[in-house]
């Protein structure tokens, strides 16, 4: 008989510490063949792309259940549209401007999602809409030796209605009551996975940093927002349609970049559930 032949995994790095473009077929995607070989290379890139995939809905869900456990958002299993776009996404439009912010998802949840997959259906005028994407294991393990331990131990307050006042800054008490309902979380600034490797918990749901000044607290989370963000750890991408990226919740920041909320843009995700809790 015929020697079975291994699928190989084909990429490109994009940046030096961010992001890899993989290369392979649809067809062999979606075989699972791959599935370990991707699940390495998140870990190590922090971002995926798979350029002009162009996934179908179900072949986005198939695909995603190839490297672990479907999260589904909606209660029929389907893909989740995100949009500002109210018309189209009613209940979440206004959740979502949060998005434009450098984040982690679930920073309220025992357990944050291991991963997101975003599909490109509609693209905004050029120029715009991007997603933006921040290594923090990477920004992590730039710090210096003093830095590092500086931050080991600290707490920081994570509550998502932090996040209204960067596109809001006057709201009404009633929006901020409803924000305030989602719930808040204490996280550790730095996380020590179980693989032993560490990295930033940031992003715009940061309220404070416990037992320190406001003051302080502020330079410690803006500063290593910034430190984080700079041009070494991050990639925006720009999208073409059809495009997929995938990115590791646990060890990335991101954010869509500015786009005119009417103009259309569409873009599909499906979610992995998250495999290891946050540390203490």
Sequence with gaps: MPAVTETKLRTEDIKPKIGSRVLNSKE??????LAAQLRDLIEQRGVLVFPKIDF?????????????NYAPENPDGSVSKITLDVKENPSAAEYLKGSLYWHIDGTRNDVPIFASLLTCKVLSPRGTGNTGFSNTYAAYDSLSDEQK?????????HAPWASLFYYEPEPPLAK??????????????????????????????????EGVSLAKSAEIIHGLREWATGP?????????????????????MHRAEWYDPECGRMMLRTKLEGEEPWAE
Aim: aromatic share 8%; glycine share 10%; hydrophobic share 35%.
């Design 28 to 33: 062999e995607l979606l075989s699972g063949e």
């Design 56 to 68: 179908t809905e179900d072949e986005q869900i198939a695909f995603t259940k190839t490297l672990g």
């Design 149 to 157: 331990a500086e931050y080991e131990t600290l707490k920081v307050v």
């Design 176 to 209: 901020v009551k409803g924000m305030q309902a989602i719930g808040e979380k204490v996280l550790p600034l730095v996380w020590e996975h179980k693989s032993g490797r560490k990295s930033l918990v940031l992003g715009c749901t940061s309220l404070n940093v």
């Design 232 to 252: 070494e750890f991050t990639y925006s991408h720009e999208w073409e349609a059809g495009d997929l990226v995938m990115w590791d919740n646990t060890g990335t």
